[in-house]
């Protein structure tokens, strides 16, 4: 892939923000239509519509029948180039100011319009290059590749599976500061123990054998987290 956008020729931030829920909807496996981007980004189905117009104009998406709409190759690009400036702020945020991984999300969805290519290679380059941000999102390199892990649902797992929890999908401020009370983050080993019928909880061990904490976490915990499993 191409190196991604410079600040020179950057997009507005509001087709900044529909690439990144574009590209964060397929990256969950999730359809993305107008409908799914207007709850996403909080606005009306129409503006959805609209805007997916504009961009399939651009050429930054294509609309795929049955399948809805996807990325084209440069918006591809585009977006991974978002997601780099995004995950990088976050990971700034947590390493160097003292931000809580559930703080984050808001001051980098303003920042990540008005940050240069230079402050943002300035903030990689002092984090070590990181390749994941706080909450194990992977960080797009400069050429848009990203470093692809294997990693299941802790809510798809049987009873029985061992694994270290690799990714936090939700965004939620409520969500991650329940994990957190709980001293549930990333890396840390997670045991199934026991899956309760007809939608129950999803019982589990965190932590090392020896000093693990039992949890009974519900399916839209068990559905955020996601394991690499042993």
Do not use: C
């Amino acid at each position: 892939m191409e190196g991604m956008e410079d600040g020179s020729n950057r997009r507005s931030s509001s087709i900044e923000d529909y690439m990144r829920a574009i590209y964060g909807l397929a990256e969950r496996g999730e359809a993305v239509t107008n409908t799914s981007l207007a709850g996403r980004l909080e606005v009306s189905p129409s503006s959805a519509s609209g805007m997916v117009t504009k961009l399939a104009q651009q050429g930054l998406v294509e609309h795929v029948p049955y399948r809805g709409i996807e990325l084209t190759a440069e918006g591809m690009q585009l977006a991974r180039s978002v997601l780099r400036r995004h995950r990088l702020i976050e990971t700034y945020l947590v390493s160097e100011l003292g931000y809580t991984w559930d703080e984050v999300h808001t001051e980098a969805d303003l920042l990540e319009h008005v940050m240069s290519e230079r402050l943002v290679e300035r903030i990689s380059a002092k984090l070590g290059d990181p390749v994941r941000d706080p909450h194990g999102d992977p960080i797009p390199a400069p050429d848009g590749s990203v470093e692809e892990m294997s990693t299941a649902l802790l809510d798809e797992l049987p009873a029985g599976a061992v694994g270290e929890i690799a990714r936090v999908w939700d965004t939620d401020p409520e969500l991650l500061r329940f994990l957190a009370e709980r001293s549930i983050t990333i890396g840390d080993r997670v045991e199934v123990v026991e899956r309760q019928p007809f939608g129950g909880p999803v019982v589990v061990k965190v932590g090392p054998p020896a000093d693990a904490a039992t949890h009974a976490l519900g399916t839209t915990i068990a559905q955020a987290l996601s394991v690499t499993v042993r």
